[in-house]
Structures are given as structure tokens and as C-alpha cells.
């Protein structure tokens, strides 16, 4: 999460958000698993529009993506990259509808390294989050999260990553919002197929090659020597 105003540029942080996520214990990645749980997709674009998130779902959504991802000189906001998008395919298919998650219990509270241990899909502890969140964004300010200040957002994300907002509903937060930005990352770093990454903007900002089948050749050509090479999707290789 971050603004125009931090110190630090962004491409820093996603760097080391990402290397920080890695280590954590997470719900399987959606884009990888709606890949193997699937047909292979078809090489188009993501048709505009949602298809399974609700209208205060998809407000929710992208004022969380504009807050992670505002717009400045090296990317525009989250919504014109798609990630909103990413995340109502995602909880609308296969992964999010829990098609490849074992969910026949019991469920018991587990450690932070014994990973997902609730008895929801994806989608419904996002759809469970999302609501207790509007109901402790009423309690505590009065209004919902999208017109929340950036700082006061900020400072409520920090609260549900720690666990320190307690959801009125019983979702743990700490769960719900390892979710949410899980998915930011696969939604700002995923092929563009599955409708975040726009114009390959997110490979773009790290200088990710994207599908490019010359890469090993291009590790020892381009070896101590800057290498931007135009990203590359599964579409363009179809």
C-alpha cells in the first residue's frame, strides 16, 4: 500500500512485497490454479464489466486497488489496470468457488504455518470479509471504506493485517486481508488473460519478460547488461 507521497518509490515496495509474500502462508494462487483447474483460456482480452462481485463488492474493490495502486508516473490507478476485474474473475471461477480446496473438515484453529485452515471458499470469506468490514468501517467511522480518507484506509488496512480490527462477523482479519493482497499481487503481476495487468504494465514496472521462450538465451547475452525487452502475454504467442 502506498501513495505519491511515500518516501520510497513503488517499485521498491512491490519488490519487496513480493519477496515478503512469498514466505507467508497463503490460499493457493488464483491465477496458477484457475490455469490447471480449467480449460486452457482463450488468448482475448477480459470482457469489460463484473460478472460475479456485487455492487458494493465491486465500489469495495476499487477504492482497495486504487489505494494500493494509485496512479503516478510509472503505472495508472488499479481499476484502469484491471485488477478489480482480476478479482471478480477469480472469486467467480474455479479457484474462488473453492473447486480444488479440500473442505470436508474438521476445521480447528491452526498455526501460521499450517497455512489455510477455514471452512470457506475463497469466495465466501471474501464475501464474508468484505461485509464485516463495511460493518466495522460504519461502527468505527461512520461512512463506508471507499470514502474513507487515504490515511484512515491506510491505517485500517494495517489494523485488518495485524488482526487488530475485530470483523463484527467473526472473520479473523488477518485472513481476509492476507487474501486481499494476495490477490492484488496476481492480480497486478498475472498473464493480462485473466483481466488484471493491463498492457502488461505491472511486467512493465519490474521489467518482467513475461512469456518470452528466447529468455534463456537472452540470461547469458544480456549477462551484466541492462535488459527491457517488450513484455510478452499467452495471447500474443496464440
Not at 19 to 48: E, K
Not at 98 to 122: E, W
Not at 180 to 189: S, V
Amino acid at each position: 500500500m502506498s501513495d505519491t507521497r511515500d518516501q520510497q518509490p513503488r517499485r521498491d515496495f512491490l519488490l519487496r512485497s513480493l519477496a515478503a509474500g512469498a514466505s507467508a502462508a497463503s490460499l493457493p494462487l488464483a491465477a496458477a490454479t484457475a490455469t490447471a483447474a480449467t480449460a486452457a483460456p482463450t488468448p482475448a482480452a477480459a470482457p469489460p464489466g463484473y460478472l460475479w462481485l456485487r455492487p458494493d463488492e465491486q465500489v469495495f474493490v476499487e477504492a482497495l486497488v486504487n489505494h494500493m495502486c494509485p496512479a503516478d508516473g510509472l503505472t495508472p490507478d488499479g481499476v484502469t489496470l484491471g485488477l478489480a476485474v482480476f478479482y471478480d474473475r477469480a472469486l467467480g471461477g474455479n479457484w474462488g468457488q473453492g473447486d480444488r480446496l479440500y473442505l470436508q473438515g474438521p476445521f480447528k484453529q491452526g498455526s501460521a504455518n499450517q497455512g489455510y485452515q477455514l471452512g470457506m471458499t475463497p469466495a465466501q470469506l471474501f464475501r464474508a470479509g468484505t461485509e464485516g468490514l463495511a460493518d466495522y468501517c460504519r461502527a468505527t467511522h461512520g461512512k463506508p471504506f471507499d470514502r474513507l480518507p487515504a490515511e484512515a484506509r491506510e491505517a485500517l488496512l494495517k489494523d485488518l493485517q495485524s488482526g487488530k480490527a475485530a470483523l463484527p462477523n467473526g472473520v479473523p482479519a488477518a485472513v481476509y486481508f492476507a487474501q486481499l493482497l494476495q490477490m492484488f499481487y496476481e492480480a497486478m503481476f498475472a498473464d493480462p488473460i485473466y483481466g488484471g495487468n493491463q498492457d502488461k504494465q505491472g511486467w512493465k514496472l519490474v521489467g518482467y519478460p513475461g512469456v518470452n521462450t528466447a529468455n534463456k538465451v537472452n540470461i547469458i547475452k544480456y549477462a551484466n547488461k541492462p535488459y527491457r525487452p517488450e513484455p510478452a502475454g499467452i495471447a500474443d504467442l496464440s
